[in-house]
């Protein structure tokens, strides 16, 4: 991410982004420009996607992509890479969603640092917020977090290869594998198994 230089308000902000034809986020005045992803950073968002919104339309909830705001009150104006909400008044503003209940990001050598620590330190001021996912992209890892009842706490349980993702909040189980399917070096790594 690439600082514009600070000072702007939320509503400077917003007025920037309905005209810029790239993505920013928001942190606190800042303003960063957002860089690209990579072909294997948007096979595993897609496969998540595709994941969650067989599991949840029935339950009527909606998940989105990287290209949908999330929002807490003056404090920042993110664009998570998949995240779940439930809440109706979500249904009120088509470009900002502000009570998403799970969050996924898929790590990147340039924003890993901050997707594990300042932003989820943001993210956890959103009382919606149950669980919150940290996928790697390079090799099949996936860091699940649990908010404990009381708020103050979350459980950390890690998913490797073989296991069952188990996201308890919206009823999901699903083998960590079908994340991966389609990324490169996932692929490349099965046909050396089957020539094997």
Known sequence: MVAIP???SPEEYLALEQQS????????GHVYAMAGGSDDHDEICLNLI??????????GC??????????????????????VT????????????RHPQLIAEVLSPGTEAFDRGDKFQDYQQLSSLSEYLLISQTEIQVEYYCRQPSQQSW?????????????????LEVAVEELYRGVSWFLLSLATALHS
């Open 86 to 97: 439930c809440d109706p008044r979500d249904r009120q503003d088509r470009y900002v969603k």
């Open 155 to 171: 459980n950390q349980t890690i998913y490797r290869a073989g296991d069952l993702i188990q996201l308890g909040n919206i009823g």
């Open 50 to 59: 595709e994941i969650l919104r067989r599991q949840v339309r029935e339950l």
């Open 21 to 28: 034809q790239i993505r920013h986020e928001y942190r606190h």
């Open 62 to 83: 909606e998940v989105r992509s990287g290209n949908v705001k999330v929002n807490y009150t003056k404090s920042f104006y993110y664009y998570p890479d998949v995240f």
């Open 6 to 8: 600070s000072g702007f």
